[in-house]
């Protein structure tokens, strides 16, 4: 396809239809792997079109990613929703839902940490964003421990949130269609019931 043939679109449409062609790239291929190119062929418009939107490709990642976030905690959000105000349940819900997740066959592990790996300084912007968001989960988990009445809070979190990037990491390494993630929500069962007072 070239230049001249791209199909013009208005430009409040422009930043939506590049992030849905860079979240799919990136998701599936990798983000060094991908180039702002290959995101300007799968979005079908020109690159102007994209460099009007993001300055750099690091800006693009960036949007990436905020849009991973909101996915993240808007699931988090429903999952929750289905048991209102019973932590032991909604946090069994969440892994649930998780391995849902995991077992799909478009999964390709966690974007969080598939990023982390791929930007190794820590003072990069984009790795500071999945600081950022890993960190906002631990204290989520602590918080929910917390109202659990788990005798120790913050072992509970650390040991829900290895159980979560544990399953993601499962389902790389032995594929989705891998029996063990079916197991997760009894494991985290076993977990919460185990760190409450006897």
Known sequence: MTEGKRTRIPREQAQEIILNAAEELFYQEGIHAVSVDAVVERAGINKMSVYRQFSSKTELILAYMARKQQSFWADWANSLARHPGQPREQLIQFFRDLAAKTTRPDCRGC??????????????????????????????LLEMAVALGA???PELAY??????EGAYADSQTFGTENAAIGMLPAIVEKLIDSSLPN
């Open 111 to 140: 974007c969080f940490l598939n990023v982390a790996v791929e930007f190794p300084d820590p003072a990069h912007p984009v790795r500071q964003l999945v600081a950022a968001h890993q960190q906002r989960l631990h204290d989520c």
């Open 151 to 153: 005798v120790h809070p």
């Open 159 to 164: 040991t829900l949130r290895l159980l979560m």
